[in-house]
């Protein structure tokens, strides 16, 4: 079935350790997101590709790094740098043709810095 | 985009009509209304869009003002799985947005029974 897999579900890391959360989708979409989520809170944006080999910022990009070398895949970096990385993070994808807007998510992957 | 208002949370009875408003009065005339819904600890799901008319897919339906100021997301019979957070978004249509949309902290919304 086509969708976007997240991987891992679950992870804990140490403080000061860097951690790369994966994203990969079989939908052939041009576009993929990566979005915060911290407790009883909306969505925040983190970085957007558009295109392989290419991303934009989002909203709250510092502390974070990303990749687009393949169109399937968007992995996700937490590095050190980021103050409070304890969330939940989901990646999304969508269609560069038409206007729909429609973001298809993965199940999320919930980080927890000991 | 354009800055959406929903209220944080609201109760509905199962098997009846789950209304839900959302506030765009900002809305400029080629950002379209989204909804889209979490239930706990998945990814959100896409429910409905719209520009100015009225939509209605097998999930749900969209009531848009004619001045587009504010829209309505109706569940016509609420289920005790239609509890979740509900996200009102609004964005510019168009590739050249990158389909970036801005997640608010949208209406908890419990079915009860």
């Known amino acids: 079935d086509g969708g976007i897999t997240q991987s891992p579900k679950y992870l804990f890391r140490k403080e000061g350790q860097n951690v790369t959360l994966s994203c990969e989708q079989n939908?052939?979409?041009?576009?993929m997101y990566w979005y915060r989520q911290d407790p009883g809170q909306g969505l925040r944006l983190i970085y957007y590709?558009?295109?392989?080999?290419?991303?934009q910022k989002g909203d709250i990009a510092e502390g974070y790094s990303v990749s687009r070398e393949k169109k399937e895949s968007f992995p996700l970096t937490v590095t050190s740098a980021q103050k409070n990385p304890t969330a939940f993070y989901l990646c999304?994808?969508?269609?560069?043709?038409?206007?729909?807007?429609?973001?298809?998510f993965g199940e999320g992957s919930r980080l927890t810095v000991l | 985009d354009a800055k959406t208002t929903q209220p944080p949370s609201m109760d509905c009875a199962e098997g009846r009509a789950a209304n839900l408003p959302c506030n765009h009065s900002t809305i400029s005339g080629n950002e379209y209304v989204y909804w889209y819904r979490q239930i706990h600890s998945q990814g959100p799901q896409y429910i409905i869009h719209g520009l100015k008319n009225n939509e209605t897919n097998e999930m749900a339906s969209l009531i848009i003002t004619e001045d587009r100021k504010s829209s309505t997301l109706i569940l016509p019979h609420a289920t005790l799985r239609d509890t979740a957070v509900y996200y009102c978004i609004v964005r510019v249509a168009g590739k050249a947005a990158g389909n970036k949309l801005t997640f608010g902290g949208g209406t908890r919304v419990l079915v009860k029974p």
């Open positions: 590709s558009q295109i392989v080999n290419d991303f």
């Open positions: 939908l052939n979409h041009d576009a």
């Open positions: 999304a994808s969508s269609s560069g043709q038409g206007n729909t807007g429609e973001l298809f």
